[in-house]
């Protein structure tokens, strides 16, 4: 046999090979692993893998739009080159929606310093222009290249924006830097003369984008564009004072107003300040928060094809998601012996994700005899400093690990080996973490607020029987919590049978994003010009 070395240079071409057969349940019929340890040098999550850049065709039930149209996205994050939550996600999965249905689509990106370039297939300098920054004209490259199947446009300034090793949390004002990506953006499709139909942007970060566009580019070359802002999260407004709205070129004081974009909030405060946010929302054509449940991009997120995993599973065929179990608990040193349900939070841990429930599950999960995995960070320093000295008290044991990051590939092993995936936020527009859980046989414990009210319905409710997919509380409280949690693991527990045919029927649940295209095609078509 080869030097083990030697084997694990072998994972990325998915030649796993045994070292370690003791404990490995017999009837996987998947041949030989590589078995990970908490001790390798190299943590099992960061080998290297085959590209994920696959360029699957578009499925062949998907019908094609009959009035097509140029939608071009821009956006501060995109999965999975540019992510830190799901605002990527919902970018890349709306995007290859649309392009499944026929329409042109691109998406237009800052080309941080921190992307992984060989992520990106066939980039390419396109144009070399200059755009407006506080008095000056900032030299510019555009790029053209694809990702994940998808055309991207990425701008990079020649300053020093968008520098740094994470997407967010440089040296520079990233609130200027926004300011100025959302006019590159438009600067670039006037010198191209690029006009599409329709100019999607998202989040506050690119909420000067609807101002620039209607109190400036509208009156020069680009007529035909019409403006859709999505809203993925009001925590963030983008406050913004009148002198830094003013860097893009734009005089702040005119929309220094209630009726423009003052922010509500400092209203009397000196100074009063302006939110990007409501400034977005009031100068688009069509807003979208609540009302189109999002998707889940069904090519990234796929149990039967997904390069991270150590064997691939799906409703039909589901032994390959015990091996993903079997791997997570080998590579992070918890109890593999006996069956006992895994559960799997995978989060920002700010408030809106219910943070006191959180911590309650990881103690109640351990009094259940079951073992949990937490997998975020926050921005915030002292939520940080909790969860640190968390994972301190609980990660020296065999039943809960506390893993204060993020990494995409582990995301994707870790819902995988879930046999509960916990989504316990106090408030929740749709969520995306129930969906991907319940794509790769996760039954999720969620609370019912928002999108995961309107995606998972409780198995114990007779009022939900053909629906039921999943385990509900309603309550804040600990105890709510305790109800849900409770319930699912009696179930995994006492009635395998019935637990698996929920595994096999959230698997099967179509969360793809074609049914939220169709919404957003409504929209767009409902404002476009000719």
């Known amino acids: 046999?080869?030097?083990?070395?030697?084997?694990?240079?072998?994972?990325?071409?998915?030649?796993?090979?045994?070292?370690?057969?003791?404990?490995?349940?017999?009837?996987?019929?998947?041949?030989?692993?590589?078995?990970?340890?908490?001790?390798?040098?190299?943590?099992?999550?960061?080998?290297k893998f085959p590209s994920r850049d696959a360029s699957p065709e578009a499925p062949a039930e998907i019908e094609k739009d009959s009035n097509l149209m140029h939608i071009i996205h821009i956006t501060a994050e995109m999965a999975p080159i540019a992510k830190v939550g799901g605002l990527g996600d919902v970018v890349t999965g709306l995007a290859r929606a649309c392009l499944s249905r026929g329409?042109?689509?691109?998406?237009?990106?800052?080309?941080y310093e921190c992307i992984q370039k060989q992520e990106i297939s066939d980039l390419a300098l396109i144009t070399t222009y200059n755009s407006y920054h506080d008095g000056n004209w900032v030299a510019t490259n555009a790029y053209h290249g694809?990702?994940?199947?998808?055309?991207?446009?990425?701008?990079?300034?020649?300053?020093?924006?968008?520098?740094g090793k994470n997407v967010y949390g440089g040296s520079y004002n990233e609130l200027e830097a926004y300011l100025?990506?959302?006019?590159?953006?438009?600067?670039?499709?006037?010198?191209?003369?690029?006009?599409?139909?329709?100019?999607?942007?998202?989040?506050?970060?690119?909420?000067a984008l609807p101002l620039l566009y209607w109190d400036m580019y509208q009156s020069l070359s680009l007529k035909k564009p019409r403006?859709?802002?999505?809203?993925?999260?009001?925590?963030?407004?983008?406050?913004?004072?009148?002198?830094?709205?003013?860097?893009?070129?734009?005089?702040?004081?005119?929309?220094?107003?209630?009726?423009?974009?003052?922010?509500?909030?400092?209203?009397?405060?000196?100074?009063?300040?302006?939110?990007?946010?409501?400034?977005?929302i009031v100068y688009s054509n069509a807003v979208v928060y609540f009302g189109i449940l999002n998707g889940i991009d069904t090519v990234i997120w796929n149990p039967a094809t997904d390069a991270f995993l150590p064997a691939k599973f799906h409703a039909q065929k589901p032994e390959g998601k015990k091996i993903c179990k079997y791997y997570i608990q080998k590579g992070l040193g918890l109890k593999s012996e006996g069956t006992v349900p895994l559960v799997v939070c995978i989060t920002r841990l700010v408030a809106q994700k219910g943070l006191h429930l959180i911590t309650h599950a990881i103690k109640r999960a351990e009094e259940l005899g079951g073992q949990m995995i937490l997998l975020g960070n926050s921005p915030v320093h002292w939520v940080q400093k909790d969860f640190e000295d968390l994972a301190n008290l609980h990660n020296k044991g065999t039943s809960t690990r506390i893993l204060l990051m993020y990494s995409e590939e582990l995301s994707h092993m870790?819902?995988?080996a879930a046999d509960i995936v916990l989504v316990p936020s106090i408030y929740e527009p749709c969520g995306l973490a129930q969906m991907?859980?319940?794509?790769?046989?996760?039954?999720?414990?969620?609370?019912?607020?928002?999108?995961?009210?309107?995606?998972?319905?409780?198995?114990?409710?007779?009022?939900?029987?053909?629906?039921?997919n999943g385990f509900v509380f309603?309550?804040?409280?600990?105890?709510?919590?305790?109800?849900?949690?409770?319930?699912?693991?009696?179930?995994?527990?006492?009635?395998p049978e019935e637990w698996n045919r929920i595994v096999q029927k959230v698997m099967e649940n179509d969360n793809s994003w074609n049914n939220a295209a169709g919404k957003y095609m409504e929209i767009y078509n409902s404002i476009r010009v000719g």
């Not at 329409?103 to 080309?111: Q, Y």
Request: overall charge negative; aromatic content about 10%; charged content about 20%.
């Open 1 to 47: 046999m080869p030097a083990i070395a030697t084997m694990k240079s072998l994972a990325f071409m998915n030649k796993w090979v045994v070292t370690e057969k003791l404990g490995c349940p017999a009837d996987f019929g998947f041949g030989e692993l590589v078995w990970p340890t908490p001790g390798d040098e190299i943590p099992f999550w960061k080998n």
């Open 103 to 111: 329409h042109t689509v691109d998406i237009m990106l800052p080309f």
């Open 146 to 163: 694809v990702v994940s199947s998808i055309p991207v446009i990425f701008i990079e300034p020649s300053n020093q924006f968008f520098k």
């Open 180 to 207: 100025f990506f959302s006019r590159a953006c438009l600067e670039w499709m006037q010198v191209t003369g690029v006009q599409p139909d329709i100019i999607h942007v998202h989040e506050w970060q690119i909420g």
């Open 227 to 280: 403006i859709v802002l999505t809203i993925h999260n009001m925590e963030h407004y983008g406050e913004c004072r009148q002198e830094q709205l003013s860097k893009c070129g734009l005089d702040g004081s005119i929309y220094a107003s209630v009726e423009k974009a003052i922010d509500d909030r400092t209203i009397g405060h000196n100074p009063e300040r302006l939110s990007l946010l409501k400034g977005g």
């Open 414 to 416: 870790l819902y995988a």
């Open 436 to 468: 991907i859980g319940m794509r790769y046989g996760a039954v999720p414990v969620v609370r019912k607020t928002g999108g995961l009210a309107d995606t998972v319905f409780d198995v114990d409710d007779p009022s939900n029987h053909e629906k039921a």
């Open 474 to 495: 309603e309550g804040i409280d600990e105890g709510s919590l305790n109800w849900a949690l409770d319930r699912a693991f009696r179930h995994f527990i006492d009635k």
